[in-house]
């Protein structure tokens, strides 16, 4: 994402309360970073969250984001090096703990707020979420097929559309040998295009409290 120059970035507003003392408007790390283009693009959720250190640029403050912590450029942290707490409100960074302990739900989480997002070629919907398929691979300890995870199979299938939504049937770069003979199933949300994909809450009754005993009885 460009950076924008010093004189396009919108001034900072502060007020001088006391001698020595300013009041200064900040507004939440997620609110900045929802605004910006490349919050809408779904090349970058595993942007995001995959590596380890990351520096988001928006068009007021600049944040610097770790897995443990977020750090804007405004707000000086304490001398520990903790980063403002406030600025992991609605942050994607807050699932990753889940991941070790409630994968599934971690899934969920990361299909609804991926789908969400814009494809300039949707044929490639696979290929931008492969990233979070491998982080998840690992510690379910079982392959994807699809976006679906093998080991949860019958759960994943539960997924749909939270408005309208159309199946995939060609690709835009039709003329791209690499898109030659793809196709989805209709089992899969990889396959669909329109408003995101869930799992909702009324058609998985029954099977959270102990995933892994309903799955005896499926997958």
């Known amino acids: 994402m460009r950076e924008l120059a010093l004189d396009e970035r919108p001034k900072q507003a502060f007020a001088n309360v006391a001698e020595g003392t300013n009041l200064v408007l900040h507004r939440p790390c997620e609110i900045s970073i929802n605004k910006t283009h490349w919050n809408s693009r779904a090349w970058t959720p595993q942007e995001r969250l995959l590596p380890r250190r990351r520096v988001i640029f928006t068009d007021q403050p600049i944040f610097f984001h770790c897995r443990s912590t977020t750090i804007s450029e405004d707000i000086f942290p304490d001398k520990r090096g903790n980063g403002w707490s406030l600025e992991l409100v609605d942050a994607p960074l807050q699932m990753l703990p889940q991941l070790k302990t409630r994968a599934l739900s971690f899934y969920m989480k990361s299909v609804f707020l991926y789908t969400k997002r814009t494809l300039s070629e949707p044929f490639d919907r696979l290929a931008a979420f492969s990233g979070m398929c491998s982080l998840m691979q690992e510690t379910m300890a079982a392959p994807f097929t699809f976006g679906l995870p093998i080991s949860h199979f019958d759960f994943a299938m539960l997924w749909q559309p939270t408005g309208t939504s159309v199946m995939l049937t060609k ?49």
């Not at 799992?199 to 997958?219: A, D, I, K, Q, Y």
């Open 171 to 219: 690709p835009r770069s039709e003329n791209d040998p690499k898109y030659k003979n793809m196709k989805f199933p209709t089992w899969s949300w990889s396959g669909w295009q329109g408003d995101s994909a869930e799992c909702s809450l009324n058609m998985v009754e029954g099977c959270l409290p102990n995933v892994w005993r309903w799955l005896t009885n499926h997958t």
